[in-house]
């Protein structure tokens, strides 16, 4: 089973972290997306006013993800800025479960 997971690092830490997931340069056991820096907040007009300073970076692990990443994990409402096609639902799984009260999460009972 896949697990789709999003982390913020600082470049340093992403640097370091990658070399657990790459051969010859290669990423194995995982599809890597880097966003890099996210803007947080736009003016008016639509200047971005909040440049995060963390690297955004999409793992879809095709094994167990590896612990060392897990103090990065952070948890944008579904998708985020990305997602890679067709694994929305393997977000929202992980995203529910630790959130299971988000809007995102409740399923309507279909009373009007």
């Given amino acids: 089973m896949n697990t789709f997971l999003k982390y913020e ?3 340093s830490e992403w640097e370091t972290l990658k070399t657990q997931i790459t051969e010859e340069g ?4 995982c599809a890597v ?3 890099g820096q ?12 909040d440049l995060s300073p963390k690297w955004s970076v999409d793992i879809l692990w095709y094994t167990e993800p590896k ?7 952070v948890w944008p409402e579904p998708c985020g800025v990305h997602t890679f096609a067709g694994c929305e639902w393997e977000y929202l799984q992980g ?5 299971p ?5 409740l399923i309507p009972n279909g009373e009007g």
């Fill in 95 to 99: 995203y529910c479960a630790k959130f």
């Fill in 26 to 29: 290669n990423y194995v056991g």
């Fill in 101 to 105: 009260d988000s809007p995102f999460c």
């Fill in 38 to 49: 996210i803007c947080k907040a736009y003016d008016e007009e639509g200047n971005c006013t």
């Fill in 9 to 11: 690092f600082t470049p």
């Fill in 67 to 73: 612990a060392d990443f897990a103090q990065y994990e």
């Fill in 33 to 35: 997306h880097e966003i």
